[in-house]
């Protein structure tokens, strides 16, 4: 089992719509988690990070956080073109560190 | 990109020969990190600095060593190359350690080992 695991799409949706993506994680003591946008042939950009459960609002964007079942998502509302991306999520172990980054999910928005 | 600068950008190299690839932080961040990117893999920690001087192992440091004698640059060095080693290249800075550090990157560099 990968320590970060995501699935690798593409996940498309229609302009206008939410985009639901989920992460799931094997380390029960991890304490940071990230979602970094990655544009194709660019840098990863930091769009959330959460460090309780629940959910965190920013502008269109939604971190949930459940640590009891060891997942993270993120919610993309009123989806538009310019989202279409890779989405990375990423897991800080207990021990504080270093990151660890699932594979991405390839997200389309279709206009 | 968050004041770092990866340098070269863009890297064509045959095997079995040296490479250093130099990443520059204006940020005066006490934290670096070198990842590289594989189809597949995502983002797969290689060495970190936590300062001058002081670096530690990541998940796939074999075939790579770094150094750090000023806090703005960050050396990785690719004793000998090989085709696996085939990769995009990035370098991120942390202001702080710790579980809520965040970390920021450069926009990579594209190494091809033939």
């Known amino acids: 089992q990968k320590e970060v695991e995501q699935n690798s799409g593409p996940l498309s949706v229609p302009e206008g719509a939410i985009a639901s993506l989920n992460c799931t994680y094997s380390?029960?003591?991890?304490?940071?988690f990230f979602w970094y946008r990655q544009y194709s042939g660019k840098s990863p950009e930091l769009i959330m990070s959460?460090?309780?459960?629940g959910d965190k609002e920013d502008g269109r964007f939604t971190a949930q956080l459940n640590k009891a079942s060891q997942y993270v998502s993120l919610l993309i509302r009123d989806s538009q073109p310019s989202d279409s991306a890779t989405y990375l999520c990423?897991?800080?172990?207990?021990?504080?560190?270093?990151?660890?980054f699932g594979p991405g999910t390839r997200l389309s928005v279709l206009p | 990109d968050a004041g770092i600068t990866q340098s070269p950008r863009h890297k064509v190299t045959e095997t079995g020969t040296p490479v250093t690839l130099r990443c520059h932080q204006t940020?005066?961040?006490?934290?670096m990190y070198w990842y590289r990117q594989d189809p597949g893999h995502g983002l797969r920690l290689i060495h970190y600095?936590?300062?001058?001087?002081?670096?530690d192992k990541g998940e796939v440091s074999d075939g790579y060593s770094v150094s750090r004698s000023k806090t703005e640059d960050f050396l990785l060095t690719l004793e000998s190359a090989t085709s696996s080693q085939t990769s995009v290249y990035f370098c991120?800075?942390?202001?702080?350690?710790?579980?809520?550090?965040?970390?920021?990157f450069g926009a990579g560099t594209r190494l091809s080992v033939l």
């Open positions: 380390d029960r003591g991890s304490q940071s």
């Open positions: 959460i460090y309780s459960n």
């Open positions: 990423a897991v800080v172990r207990n021990y504080g560190q270093n990151f660890v």
């Open positions: 940020e005066n961040h006490r934290y």
């Open positions: 600095s936590y300062g001058v001087k002081d670096t």
């Open positions: 991120a800075i942390s202001p702080t350690g710790g579980s809520k550090n965040i970390q920021y």
